[in-house]
């Protein structure tokens, strides 16, 4: 085993020694049939595809089936598989879409120098330049094609973005079958209304076909007139990290024109800031339980670094641990309708100062069981003052007052302890 090589060094070994330079020189000449653009026929995205078991059980996700693109489906009636190129990456194309593939050597031919490839499969090719989807239908198969359909396609080979819901589309819809017939992973259903995002310069975008997006952006001013509303502030540079979850609900049919992200109207949206100043339209800006020497910056005029979180509902929950807030200055906590604080255990409130009714409130609350107990001592004193006035003769009226004030003092001491909370407790 001297010499022996592992890793790279070894999968290289047998190149290095045994090649020779025709079979190098031949391997150089055949990469120009190994990047192959084809059609996407099917996907196996789950266990109730019919090949599922045959082609690896669950190491078969996102096989898909192939046919060569420009021939009659009769010709390409044995249809070959091809794997996803990435194992980190999943963008798993519809059918009708074009891939490009490529081959490289089978887990079967590791560390031999042999012709025993399979194909991989790119991402899906960016046909009609639009993050819903780019299907393209076999043209030759004329039968699945009708004639409104043959138009929109044909457009694209003048330049033109394919745009379902067209004017001069009567149904309003070029439906494309981007589903296979046995629905592994459900059903696509395609979307007229689903607008890609923007760029501004500099821009990384990651989007997926429904109208989500990740936009890893700057403060940059265009002249388009499709202007972003979070370049106001700052320098031109100053980075943006904008997480999208759903377009406005009134969104367009004309899904072949661009978006900006907007956060008052977009579903879900995560801002990362630096320098920006983000338009957002608060629900409540109600800060009168801070004192004006600490009252925020209101959220629409901030423009320094923060994250922002708006969506019809936001879910704080921890599972195994506690859910912590921290702050440098205040924490503000604003609501249209109640806000609820509720607990198994205690709800404490520790601070040099603990005010009700808002922010200048001033009036000192009463220690309640320091307070019974003198109130007690004092309905004891003028019980015992009753009873000696019951007894003085020379007081006419006196004993009939002194009895009804003892009944009074004995009602009050009866209900004494209903006076201090149970519940609410204070230093």
Not at 98 to 125: H, W
Not at 145 to 160: F, L, P
Not at 250 to 277: A, C, F, H, K, M
Request: aromatic share 8%; proline share 5%; glycine share 8%.
């Amino acid at each position: 085993m001297i010499g022996s090589k592992f890793g790279f060094a070894g999968q290289n070994q047998p190149y290095s020694v045994n090649s020779s330079i025709d079979a190098i020189n031949r391997r150089i000449g055949n990469l120009s049939n190994k990047l192959i653009p084809v059609r996407v026929v099917d996907v196996i995205l789950d266990e109730t595809h019919p090949n599922f078991k045959e082609l690896g059980e669950w190491n078969s996700i996102g096989t898909i089936k192939y046919e060569l693109i420009n021939f009659l489906p009769e010709e390409t009636a044995n249809t070959k598989i091809a794997k996803p190129l990435l194992a980190n990456t999943k963008t798993f194309p519809l059918k009708n879409e074009i891939v490009f593939l490529i081959a490289f050597p089978n887990t079967n031919s590791l560390g031999n120098l042999t012709d025993d490839e399979i194909f991989y499969y790119l991402n899906v090719i960016s046909l009609w330049n639009h993050p819903h989807h780019n299907a393209y239908p076999n043209p030759l198969n004329g039968n699945n094609i009708s004639a409104s359909q043959r138009k929109d396609y044909k457009s694209i080979g003048d330049g033109n973005f394919r745009r379902v819901g067209d004017k001069d589309v009567t149904d309003k819809s070029t439906e494309i079958n981007l589903n296979s017939t046995n629905n592994s992973g459900g059903k696509f259903v395609e979307r007229t209304n689903i607008h890609p995002i923007l760029p501004f310069t500099g821009d990384n975008i990651f989007e997926g076909r429904f109208g989500n997006s990740i936009r890893l952006g700057s403060t940059v001013r265009s002249k388009s007139q499709y202007q972003n509303n979070w370049s106001t502030t700052g320098q031109e540079g100053d980075p943006i990290t904008i997480i999208r979850n759903g377009q406005p609900l009134n969104s367009s049919d004309e899904g072949w024109l661009p978006t900006v992200e907007n956060i008052n109207s977009d579903l879900s949206s995560i801002y990362v800031t630096s320098t920006q100043r983000i338009p957002i339209n608060a629900s409540s800006t109600n800060y009168t339980g801070i004192r004006n020497e600490y009252i925020p910056v209101f959220p629409q005029s901030y423009n320094l670094s923060q994250v922002v979180l708006n969506s019809g509902r936001l879910l704080l929950n921890s599972t195994t641990d506690s859910i912590l807030l921290s702050s440098k200055k205040v924490i503000a906590l604003s609501a249209i309708e109640d806000i609820g604080l509720s607990s198994r255990g205690n709800i404490s409130l520790s601070s040099k100062g603990v005010r009700l009714g808002g922010s200048e409130a001033n009036e000192s609350l009463i220690m309640g069981d320091s307070f019974v107990a003198q109130f007690n001592v004092l309905l004891d004193s003028l019980s015992l003052l009753c009873e000696a006035l019951t007894t003085e003769p020379a007081l006419k009226s006196t004993p009939l007052i002194a009895v009804g004030l003892s009944n009074t003092i004995k009602a009050v001491k009866n209900v004494s302890n209903s006076f201090t909370s149970k519940i609410s407790k204070t230093l």
